[in-house]
């Protein structure tokens, strides 16, 4: 499997970001390339996203929850992807937040033209989404 990770820092408590990142509807609002993601149950997710000029389709699970520190899922069906954030307090006020990602395509013309541009759009729509979170933390707490 390929891995991407990205980290930053967010003016908040790691709980407020926990609850942020782990309410997994959340991210159709805070990523461009999400398009839809329909909840099935049992703490499973159906995600339609759009990467690379492509639509691709997904079933994950929560596999793992551990409020404040760790949130994880895996793929059920589709593109197979593991994924996680870990929180750590930072600075007074800021969580430390770590994102990590593995998958495989399986069809090598997928896994090319991905390959190509996954590093950058992962840093991209990571940094949008961190963005979007802080923005969400910002007003949840009357800073902006």
Known sequence: MRQLTHNTSLHAEPEQVFDLLSHVPNFVDLCDNVEHIEPLGDAR?????????????FDVEVCEAARPEYFAWRSI????????????PGEPGHTQVAFELQYRLGSPLLEAAVRRAA???????????????????DVENGRS
């Open 119 to 137: 590093h950058s759009l992962v840093e991209r729509v990571s940094g949008q989404l961190m963005t979007r979170v802080q923005h969400r933390l």
């Open 45 to 57: 997710y159906r995600w339609t996203i759009r990467a690379a000029g492509m639509k691709l389709h």
């Open 77 to 88: 069906r589709g593109i197979q992807n593991r994924g996680s954030y870990r929180l750590s």
